[in-house]
């Protein structure tokens, strides 16, 4: 939602910090991605160890070079098609890393049944992009549903800054992320017109 509503108008904004802190030297969006990467299991390590708001710290680090790296590749003229997919595989990483290093934390607490949520939430973050990739693949849009990838991440900083709203959010994203992943599935089912 976050995504389709804003688009690309935060590569100005992006840019224009980056520009004034490395002038108009221009770092490879592939590097970017993979810095944004390193965040990410940096925020995945700290969790696990018990800093959550830590960990939050590096996930809004990584959600900045992700972001940072397809305004370069625009804005420099280098997107490629493998840069997009390069992109979106280290998402994934990221992605399931800090889900995993939260469902870790309740398997470790033995809360059982916030564990059982996260797992579910993670499978769910798992398909989301599946769900699209495949669509994409048969040359249908993918790209629709309540929880995007933007919204996962705004919801889980949001319960590692605030450890007590956290069990909840995982709920809620237990639940939601399979709501979009059905979002997808009926998008798709329109779009062909076929049940099978």
Not at 28 to 42: A, E
Not at 60 to 65: K, W
Request: with cysteine; net charge positive.
């Amino acid at each position: 939602m976050i995504s389709s509503k804003i688009g690309h108008r935060l590569d100005p904004v992006v840019l224009s910090l980056y520009r004034s802190i490395l002038g108009q030297r221009t770092i490879s969006p592939n590097v970017i991605s993979c810095t944004g990467t390193v965040f990410g299991f940096l925020a995945a390590a700290l969790i696990f160890m018990g800093s959550p708001a830590a960990g939050a710290a590096c996930l809004i680090a990584a959600g900045f070079f992700d972001i940072l790296d397809g305004a370069i590749a625009r804005g420099a003229g280098r997107a490629t098609r493998f840069g997009g997919f390069f992109d979106s595989v280290l998402d994934r990483y990221t992605d399931m890393a800090v889900m995993g290093a939260i469902l870790f934390v309740y398997v470790r607490q033995e809360s059982v049944g916030y564990a059982v949520a996260a797992f579910i939430a993670v499978i769910g973050t798992a398909l989301i992009p599946y769900a699209r990739a495949r669509a994409e693949a048969a040359g249908l849009s993918g790209k629709t549903g309540l929880l995007e990838r933007p919204e996962r991440l705004i919801l889980l900083i949001i319960g590692l800054f605030i450890p007590f709203l956290l069990n909840y959010i995982i709920i809620i994203l237990a639940v939601l992320t399979h709501v979009t992943v059905i979002q997808r599935i009926v998008h798709v089912w329109r779009q062909t017109g076929k049940t099978a």
